[in-house]
Nanobody, 123 residues
Framework: QVQLVESGGGLVQAGGSLRLSCSAS????????MGWFRQAPGKEREFVAA????????DYADSAKGRFTISRDNAKNTVYLQMNSLKPEDTAVYYC????????????????WGQGTQVTVSS
């Protein structure tokens, strides 16, 4: 099992940048695919980005391509989401999640979740 804790959220102006971190307390972090999801009030949780267990490949939602970058440092048991050119529509609670074996973009196929961190982008 792996336990996840997100950090780095906050309030930024449109066009600004923010880097989210997700720290894993488990000992098998390097075996998991990792994903970032977000959920705005009244909406379903949606996929943002994912990265393979080794960090060799990444996948992004169309809304994130060109602006967001997912990365990981297995030596530090941490996954990151660098967010640039932020827009008010990016406002949401951001969650990191862990999944075994293969790619996934649906929230219900991820095994472990963090508590979330709030990102608010003002116009």
């Amino acid at each position: 099992q792996v336990q996840l804790v997100e950090s780095g959220g906050g309030l930024v102006q449109a066009g600004g940048s923010l880097r989210l971190s997700c720290s894993a307390s488990g000992r098998t972090f390097s075996t998991y695919f990792m994903g970032w999801f977000r959920q705005a009030p009244g909406k379903e949780r949606e996929f943002v980005a994912a990265i393979t267990s080794s960090g060799g490949s990444t996948d992004y939602a169309d809304s994130a391509k060109g602006r967001f970058t997912i990365s990981r440092d297995n030596a530090k048991n941490t996954v990151y989401l660098q967010m640039n050119s932020l827009k008010p529509e990016d406002t949401a609670v951001y969650y990191c999640a862990a999944k075994r074996y293969a790619w996934g973009s649906r929230p219900d196929v991820y095994n472990y979740w963090g508590q979330g961190t709030q990102v608010t982008v003002s116009s």
